[in-house]
């Protein structure tokens, strides 16, 4: 074979190994940016579905609280009042509610998270049911135990950013 064939072969050769090279590392490195991206943008969706699952969960709790805090203010010399029966009544309905939806959203919800959504819906409870009890400065510590629960579990929703 003719020396100048002998060198077009085995240039052609050597590119055609450095084609197929270069081909492979781009599809290696293609597949890896794809799982990449595929992996961020289902840790982005777990993300909102547990921000807005916090969301759920923190708005229900505040309607529960709104309306004990209602209950709290109300004069309970008349035990049979309508409006008093039926704030009771509304603060049992709410408080099934509650229950109902950290139930279905307890899944996307972290267990410390959790921990905190129990402790801040047991103090509601709590403090419904002893308020005939409480002194005054008793049932502002409580109230006080609240918000700071509430505080808590409003820090792990995430930020809002501000627009540039």
């Known amino acids: 074979m003719d020396p100048f064939w002998e060198k077009v072969v085995l240039a052609l050769i050597d590119k055609g190994l450095l084609a197929m090279v270069g081909t492979g590392l781009t599809y290696l490195v293609t597949r890896a940016i794809e799982k990449y991206r595929r992996t961020q943008a289902m840790v982005l969706e777990l993300g909102k579905a547990r921000a807005a699952a916090y969301i759920r969960i923190i708005s229900a709790l505040t309607e529960l609280q709104t309306y004990l805090d209602d ?3 109300m004069d309970k010399s008349d035990p049979k ?11 049992a309905e709410v408080s099934a509610e509650v229950q109902k939806i950290v139930r ?13 959504i129990d402790e801040y819906a047991q103090a509601i409870v709590r403090l419904k049911e002893s308020v005939t009890t409480l002194t005054p400065a008793q049932f502002e510590t409580r109230r006080a135990s609240l918000r700071e629960i509430r505080y808590r ?9 501000l627009p540039d």
């Open 71 to 73: 209950y709290l203010i």
């Open 81 to 91: 009042s309508p409006k008093l029966a039926e704030l009771s009544e509304k603060i």
């Open 104 to 116: 279905r959203e307890s899944a996307l919800i972290e267990k410390e998270v959790g921990h905190e």
């Open 153 to 161: 579990l409003l820090r792990y929703l995430p930020p809002l950013t």
